[in-house]
């Protein structure tokens, strides 16, 4: 049977050419049924204030440095987008006198913009790299902050940072989730060449490593809304990001939902797919439905209701 052209952007896929069913299921599920989607191998989490929500958040930094030790170490891959977590990791690190650099702790990026082909330098106003560094590792203490070098940032030579999940112990992976339902930038793909008629598999698209991607339109203006006052002027089409090899060689994944990024309704979608395993590459974070460790985070408050409500 023929998949629906998407509503968004007919050249591409989303979740909008999903089986109908499975959108309603998902537009159905009160606050109360999504925290009781947890499985094995899938815990939803739900908080009720939105400090907490941000506590947990940094304090998984916390614990995936304290794991970390010259012998064996370790990190964690963060995102920008939520950034809130960031300060409050820095703040935690100089109140614990957590060394880092003794530790041989290490961070991961998990993306960055491109344009013509390049990174993106740390002066563009929307520089990830340099929102990791602002808001999080130049307020740890000289005595503390980790080298230079255990920062890893997709930038340059994407197949050395890839590499680096092979010589360093991912503990936890974290992530956020865009209106396109994408972590990191693991957008659709366009429906052309052998995905005009379906999108990629979910096996073949998790062999997508680290490597520049072009954006989802939706991603593009999601990015523009929430980091550029609505100037999609500003926001490159073309990202370097973290890909599916590198997920899955994190020991866990850690997804946080506040309800500042995607919508009522896409944050149901996705845990219901991952808790009914159903894996489908137009959703791109329904494919953690196939990772074995894998945590979503709600601000309950965050959660909204999926019901006409005309302004």
Partial sequence: MTRPLSKLAPGWWDYTTLDPDILKDAARLTPKALAGLSRPGFRVVMYDAVEEFYLAEALEYIEAWKQSSPGRPAGICGPIGPTEQLPLAARIVNAMDLDLRARDAHFWGMDEWVENGRPVPPEHPLSFARTDR?????????????????LHFPAGDLAAYSRTYDDIRCVIMQGGQGDIKHWAFNDPLPRRGKYRDAPPPPREYLKLGTRVVDLHPVTVMQNARTSGGGDVSLVPTQAATVGPVETWKADKVSIWQAGRHDNPFGMRLTTLMISRRIADSAVPMSLLALHPNVQFNFYRPGLGECKVEMH
Wanted: hydrophobic fraction near 35%; glycine fraction near 0%.
């Fill in 134 to 150: 602002q808001l999080c590792f130049d307020r740890i203490r000289p005595a503390l902050r980790m080298p230079p070098e255990n």
